[in-house]
């Protein structure tokens, strides 16, 4: 089956760090343009970040310098690092996979996503 | 930094079409224009891309549009299960994308 699934969710103190992991089955991470997409409770989305099949990552304004997006090719993985978080970091965090079909891969348009994991962010 | 902006609600009874708007605040090329769907408690799901088109098993009574720095999604013949939340997403350039703040359609 095709999926994603999220995990590394939690509380933590401001200031604090966390490592979010998502986790793909029926398809190669490394094969793909790979996101992730925030959305603070009650709100609307907000994309954080992007990984290129080449491996290049990019960042919105609001995560740069915090957050650092890597994928680990030998368990199909990809994990958010979260540094200096604040309680605006709050909220569920989605792994994304971008569409792909017979024309070719569209990094920027998002068709598969993960359950969601919630970061909470408070003292 | 450019931003997207939705009216925050829209309307329409069963069978009617509604259209919400998706417009930038700034000048730019806005063609990589995605729709996405979410009802209460579930995940988004891509409904349009590139500014029109489908994704495979997304009803045609969905459809996009573009004009000016303004796109546009359609819903025509609305259903009570189209009633939900809906976010367009653009490509800005500089490898960053940027989501609209949400448009909450009710089917009354």
């Known amino acids: 089956e095709v999926q994603l699934v999220e995990s590394g969710g939690g509380l933590v103190q401001p200031g604090g760090s966390l490592r979010l992991s998502c986790a793909a089955s029926?398809?190669?991470?490394?094969?793909?343009?790979m996101s992730w997409v925030r959305q603070a409770p009650g709100k609307g989305l907000e994309w954080v970040s992007i990984i290129f099949s080449g491996g290049d990552s990019f960042y919105a304004d609001s995560v740069k310098g915090r957050f650092t997006l890597s994928r680990q090719n030998f368990d199909n993985t990809l994990d958010l690092q979260m540094n200096s978080l604040r309680p605006e970091d709050t909220a569920v965090y989605y792994c994304?996979?971008?569409?792909?079909?017979?024309?070719?891969?569209?990094?920027?348009?998002?068709?598969?996503w993960g359950q969601g994991t919630l970061v909470t962010v408070s003292s | 930094q450019s931003a997207l902006t939705q009216p925050p609600s829209a309307s329409g009874s069963p069978g009617q079409s509604v259209t919400i708007s998706c417009t930038g605040t700034?000048?730019?090329?806005?063609?990589?224009v995605s729709w996405y769907q979410q009802h209460p408690g579930k995940v988004p799901r891509l409904i349009i891309f590139e500014v029109s088109k489908r994704p495979s098993g997304v009803p045609d009574r969905f459809s996009g549009s573009y004009s000016g720095n303004t796109a546009s999604l359609t819903v025509s013949g609305l259903r009570a299960e189209d009633e939900a939340a809906y976010y367009c997403?653009?490509?800005?350039?500089?490898?960053?994308?940027?989501f609209g703040g949400g448009t909450k359609l009710t089917v009354l």
């Open positions: 994304v996979r971008a569409y792909c079909s017979s024309a070719g891969c569209y990094p920027w348009y998002f068709d598969l």
């Open positions: 029926g398809f190669t991470v490394s094969h793909n343009y």
């Open positions: 700034t000048s730019g090329d806005y063609k990589y």
């Open positions: 997403f653009s490509y800005i350039g500089n490898n960053e994308g940027v």
